[in-house]
C-alpha cells in the first residue's frame, strides 16, 4: 500500500525523519518495502529550492504572435513580476479576465537553471532550462506540469491550485490542502509539494493498516502522539451537513444472508456537479497509485484510502427509473442476495460475468446491481449527465469475498480490502465521510436521514490479561499500568479487573482473539529491537526426541547420498491429475485410493480442488517440467497424502516417498562413446543401496500394475509387510504427464510407503570388527528351474552357507541350449571368511560339499559343470 507522508500529518503529527518514521513502522510489523521521494532531498528529481517556487498567477494575457500560446504575469517573491510564454491548456479560460489577484491562482514556477523532466519526450529524460526567445519574447521561466516535475506522467496542463478550492478545504473538519491560508509566492516548492510515499507491505494479520488513518494510529501509537481522525458527526458544525428532502420512503434496503452482508448503509445526495475533483485531491489520489477521475468517484476512492471502507455510488436517477417499472411511486428497492441459477452481470468494465452460486449481489427487482464488496455493474453506473447519486457503504463477509473475487477474476481494491477484513462499524463512517466531501466537493446536497440496514451486528472481542502471563511471554518487566497505557494508545479499552486488565478491541482490531495477541500489542508497542536478552528462567519441559522427523530426514540424506535430488510440490491437486497413473482402469476417473478425495471448498485454483493420494503423481509432474531442458533426471519426493477417515472428520495424513528416474545414466563427458540410460535394474541398485544403509532387508516379488508396464514391476517386502512398489512407468502414463523421452528410454520410478517403513528402521545395530584373517572366494553355477527367482536362491545360499558364508553375488545367468528346457544357470561368487584363523582349502571344500547338499535338497538345485 502506498502512503503519502504528508496525508498522514493530517492525523499525527510526525516528528521524525522519513527514514526513522520508515524504520519504526517496520519495526512495529508494518515492513516499509520501499520509500518514493517527491522534489525533497533523495529524490530522483530533486526541486531546487532557489529555481523551483511556488508562484501567483497574476495575469493571462494573449501572445501577441502566436494563438496557442499566452503570457502569464505570474509573481514569485521577487520585486518584479515575471513574464511567462506557456501554452498550457487550462490556462486559456482566464484570457481577458484581467487582474487574477483576487482568484488567488497558484502553480509551480521554474526559473532559468532548474533541472527538469522534459515533459514533450516519452519516459523520464532530466533536462536543464535554458532561456530563450519563444515566438519574439524571452522566456527563462516555466510553469510546470506534474511531468516536467516528476509527480506522474500528466502533460496535458500546468499544476494549477486556486483559491475556491482552498476555501473549500479550510474547514476544520477537511482534509488539510496543500497550501496554507495564506501562502507566500516564493517559498521553494518542495515546502508544498514535496512528499516522501511508503510502500507498506500489508500482510494478513495488518489488514486494520490498509487505510491512511490504519497507519496514523499506529504512527500515533509508537511515538505517543495524538491521533486525530476526521469528524464523522451527523449535523454537527464539523460534521455532515443533512438539509436535503428526507430519505424517508425513497429507498428501501433488505439482505436476504445476513451473515455475508451484515450491514447496509446508504445515503441520497443530489446535485452533485461533475467536474473535477480540487488538485489536492487530486495530487493525494496519484501519489497513493490512483488515477483521478471526476469529483464523485475520486471522493469514493479517496475515502476508500483514507478510512478503509470502500463506498460505491449509484446513479439515483436511473434506479428510480427502474423502480418505476416495477413499483411506480412505490420505493427503491435495494436487495442483497445470493445469484439465481444462470444470472449475470455485466461489471463496470464492460465485461459480463456468469455468477458463481456464492457470490452476494446488490439487485433490486429489474435486475441485479453490483457485485457486493467487489465492483459496481454497468447498468447504474455514473455518468457525465448524473446529478443525483445514492452512496452505498457495505460491511461483507471477507471469506466469501476472497472466494468470489478469485473465482471470477476480480481482483479490486475494494475486494482487496474486504477479503482481509473490515468491520461493519466502518460503514457508517466511510458513508458520512464520503457525502460530507460530495457535500464540499461537488456542491451536493444530503438528504436527511441514513438508511441503515445492520441485522447481524458483531459482539465485542473482550479478553482478560493475565500481566503475570504477559511477562512470561513477552519477558518484559512491566506494571500493570504500562501494559494498559500501551494498549490504550492503540485504541483498546482498559479497564481492571482483579490483578490484571479486561481488554476490549476497537472495532478495527479484528485480529485479537485471545491474551497472546495482546502480549503481542505490547511488544510492538514497546519495541522488538528494545526487548532485553534473557536466560529462561522457568523449568525446561521434559526433552523429548521426535524418531519420526529424524528417521525421515535419515532417509532424506541417504537418497540424496546416493544422487538422487529432492523436490518439494502442491499437497493440492485434482482427481484428474491422479488419474493419469491408472491409463485404461474403468470409470472415468480413477483414483489411486479408493476413499474419496478430501476436497476444498475454497480452492485457489480450479485444477487444485482435492488433496492428494498419491506422491508420485506429484513427482512425475516435476520429472515432466523438468525433462524440458535437462537430459538427467533422478529425483525424489517425500510428503504426506490425505486419504478420508470412514468415521473421522479429519483425513488420514501418511508420509509416501516417490522415486523418479529417466534420461542419462551417467551425468555426460566429452569423450563419452555413447549415452546409457537408466533401466530398472539402476533403479534397484538404488534401492538396494537405500535399504542396505537403513539396514532394512528387502526382498523384490515381481508383480503387475496398471501404472507400471506389464512384466517390469516389483513390489517390494520387508519381512512379510509390502512397503511399496517399483518398475519401469506404463507407456501411458508417462505419456499422460508429458514426460519427454528419446525413443526408448524408460522412465523408472518406485513408490514406498514411509509410514509403514520408519518404524521398522532400527535404532542400534550389530557391528562386527574388521576382518583380520583373508577371505576365499569360490565361483559356484548352479542349475535350477527357470521359474525359480534368483533372490530366493539367494537367500538359500546364505541360510545354508553357514557363518563361514560372509557374502553372495550374482554374477551370470544363462539359458540355451546347453542345458534342459525349463532350465537356467545362475552363477554366484561366495566369500567364505573365518574370524579367527585362516581358511584352508578343505575347509572351504568341506562347507561347500554342505552347501550343495542343502540346495539339491531344498531348490533341486544341482550343481554346473
Known amino acids: 500500500m502506498r502512503v503519502p507522508l504528508s496525508w498522514l500529518r493530517d492525523y499525527v503529527d510526525i516528528d521524525l525523519t522519513i527514514d526513522e518514521a520508515a524504520e519504526l513502522l517496520t519495526n512495529a510489523g508494518l515492513e516499509v518495502e520501499s520509500i518514493t521521494r517527491i522534489g525533497l532531498p533523495g529524490a530522483e528529481l530533486e526541486w531546487d529550492r532557489e529555481r523551483v517556487v511556488l508562484g501567483r498567477v497574476l495575469r493571462v494575457e494573449p501572445h501577441p504572435d502566436a494563438d496557442r500560446l499566452v503570457l502569464a504575469t505570474v509573481d514569485y517573491g521577487a520585486a518584479e513580476p515575471k513574464t511567462v510564454v506557456t501554452g498550457a491548456p487550462n490556462l486559456f479560460p482566464y484570457l481577458g479576465r484581467g487582474d487574477l489577484s483576487g482568484e488567488a491562482l497558484y502553480s509551480p514556477l521554474a526559473m532559468e537553471g532548474a533541472t527538469l523532466y522534459d515533459g514533450h519526450k516519452d519516459g523520464r529524460v532530466k533536462a536543464k532550462l535554458k532561456g530563450r526567445p519563444l515566438r519574439g519574447i524571452y522566456n527563462d521561466a516555466m510553469l510546470c506540469s506534474e511531468k516536467e516535475l516528476g509527480i506522474s506522467d500528466e502533460h496535458e496542463g500546468i499544476i494549477l491550485i486556486t483559491h475556491d478550492e482552498l476555501r473549500m478545504t479550510n474547514e476544520e473538519s477537511s482534509p488539510a490542502p496543500l497550501l496554507p491560508r495564506s501562502p507566500v509566492p516564493g517559498t521553494p516548492l518542495q ?120 463506498n460505491h455510488t449509484f446513479d439515483y436517477d436511473t434506479l428510480r427509473r427502474r423502480a418505476d417499472e416495477y413499483a411506480p411511486d412505490g420505493p427503491i428497492q435495494i436487495n442483497t442476495r445470493l445469484p439465481h441459477p444462470g444470472e449475470t452481470l455485466t461489471t463496470l468494465d464492460g465485461a459480463t460475468h456468469k455468477l458463481e452460486p456464492y457470490t452476494i449481489l446488490v439487485t433490486d427487482p429489474a435486475g441485479n446491481l453490483s457485485i457486493g464488496g467487489i465492483m459496481g455493474g454497468l447498468e447504474s453506473e455514473i455518468r457525465p449527465e448524473t446529478s443525483n447519486v445514492l452512496l452505498e457503504a457495505a460491511a461483507w463477509d471477507f471469506i466469501n469475498i476472497r472466494r468470489s473475487a478469485t473465482a471470477l477474476d476480480l481482483h479490486t481494491e475494494a475486494a482487496y480490502r474486504f477479503s482481509r477484513g473490515v468491520h461493519p462499524s466502518l460503514a457508517l463512517l466511510g458513508a458520512q465521510r464520503a457525502a460530507d466531501l460530495l457535500r464540499r466537493l461537488a456542491g451536493g446536497t444530503v438528504a436527511r436521514g441514513i438508511i441503515d440496514t445492520y441485522p447481524n451486528p458483531p459482539a465485542s472481542v473482550v479478553v482478560d490479561l493475565d500481566p503475570v502471563y504477559a511477562r512470561k511471554l513477552s519477558g518484559l518487566d512491566l506494571t500493570t499500568q504500562e501494559m494498559g497505557e500501551m494498549l490504550e494508545r492503540l485504541g483498546f479499552a482498559v479497564e481492571s479487573h482483579g490483578d490484571g486488565l479486561r481488554v476490549t478491541a476497537p472495532d478495527h482490531r479484528l485480529d485479537i482473539e485471545g491474551p497472546h495477541d495482546l502480549v503481542e500489542e505490547i511488544c510492538r508497542i514497546y519495541g522488538y529491537d528494545r526487548i532485553p536478552s534473557t ?77 492428494r493420494h498419491t506422491i508420485l503423481a506429484s513427482a512425475l509432474e516435476a520429472a515432466a517440467a523438468n525433462s524440458r531442458h535437462a537430459e538427467r533426471i533422478a529425483l525424489f519426493e517425500i510428503g504426506d497424502v490425505y486419504l478420508a477417515g470412514e468415521d473421522e472428520l479429519l483425513p488420514d495424513e501418511l508420509t509416501r516417498l516417490a522415486v523418479v528416474l529417466t534420461g542419462r545414466r551417467d551425468r555426460g563427458h566429452w569423450d563419452d562413446d555413447g549415452v546409457a540410460t537408466f533401466d530398472f535394474l ?120 553357514g557363518a563361514l558364508l560372509r557374502d553372495v553375488v550374482l554374477f551370470d545367468v544363462y539359458e540355451g541350449r546347453q542345458l534342459p528346457p525349463g532350465k537356467k544357470s545362475l552363477a554366484y561368487h561366495l566369500t567364505f571368511q573365518a574370524p579367527n584363523r585362516t581358511l584352508t582349502d578343505d575347509d572351504v571344500s568341506k562347507q561347500r560339499g554342505r552347501l550343495l547338499k542343502l540346495l539339491e535338497r531344498e531348490l533341486g538345485a544341482k550343481l554346473r559343470e
Request: charged content about 25%; aromatic content about 6%; hydrophobic content about 40%.
Open 191 to 310: 515546502d508544498v509539494l514535496g512528499d516522501a510515499v511508503l510502500e507498506i507491505a500489508i500482510l494478513p494479520n495488518t489488514a486494520r493498516a490498509t487505510s491512511i488513518l490504519g497507519v496514523a494510529r499506529e504512527l500515533a501509537a509508537l511515538t505517543g502522539a495524538e491521533f486525530r481522525p476526521p469528524s464523522y458527526d451527523v449535523d454537527d458544525a464539523a460534521g455532515v451537513v443533512m438539509d436535503g428532502p428526507p430519505v424517508d420512503g425513497r429507498v428501501v434496503v433488505t439482505t436476504e444472508n445476513p451473515d455475508l452482508n451484515p450491514r447496509f448503509v446508504a445515503l441520497i445526495i443530489e446535485g452533485v456537479a461533475q467536474i473535477p475533483s480540487p488538485y489536492w485531491m487530486q495530487y493525494r489520489l496519484r501519489l497513493a497509485g490512483q488515477r483521478p477521475i471526476n469529483v464523485v468517484v475520486d471522493v469514493s476512492n479517496y475515502v476508500m484510502l483514507e478510512v478503509g471502507q470502500p
Open 535 to 611: 536466560r529462561l528462567a522457568d523449568t525446561l519441559p521434559p526433552q523429548r526426541g521426535n524418531p519420526k522427523l529424524e528417521r525421515e530426514e535419515r532417509v532424506r540424506d541417504t537418497l540424496v547420498r546416493l544422487g538422487l535430488q529432492e523436490v518439494w510440490s502442491y499437497r493440492l491437486t485434482s482427481a484428474a491429475r491422479e488419474a493419469r497413473l491408472l491409463p485404461g482402469s474403468p470409470g472415468q476417473l480413477p483414483s489411486p485410493d479408493e476413499r474419496p478425495y478430501v476436497t476444498l471448498s475454497n480452492p485457489p485454483a480450479p485444477d487444485r480442488n482435492v488433496m
Open 682 to 801: 539402476d533403479l534397484k541398485g538404488i534401492l538396494d543401496a537405500f535399504f542396505e544403509d537403513l539396514h532394512l532387508p528387502v526382498a523384490y516379488e515381481a508383480t503387475t500394475h496398471p501404472t507400471y508396464r506389464p512384466g517390469r514391476a516389483a513390489r517390494l517386502l520387508v519381512g512379510n509387510r509390502q512397503i511399496g512398489t517399483m518398475g519401469e512407468l506404463h507407456p501411458g502414463v508417462a505419456k499422460g504427464f508429458e514426460v519427454r523421452v528419446e525413443r526408448g528410454q524408460a522412465v523408472l520410478a518406485a513408490d514406498l510407503d514411509l509410514e509403514a517403513l520408519l518404524p521398522l528402521i532400527p535404532d542400534h545395530y550389530r557391528y562386527t570388527s574388521l576382518p583380520a584373517y583373508p577371505p576365499v572366494r569360490e565361483d559356484l553355477a548352479l542349475v535350477v528351474d527357470a521359474t525359480l527367482p534368483a533372490a530366493a536362491v539367494e537367500a538359500a545360499l546364505r541360510q545354508s552357507g
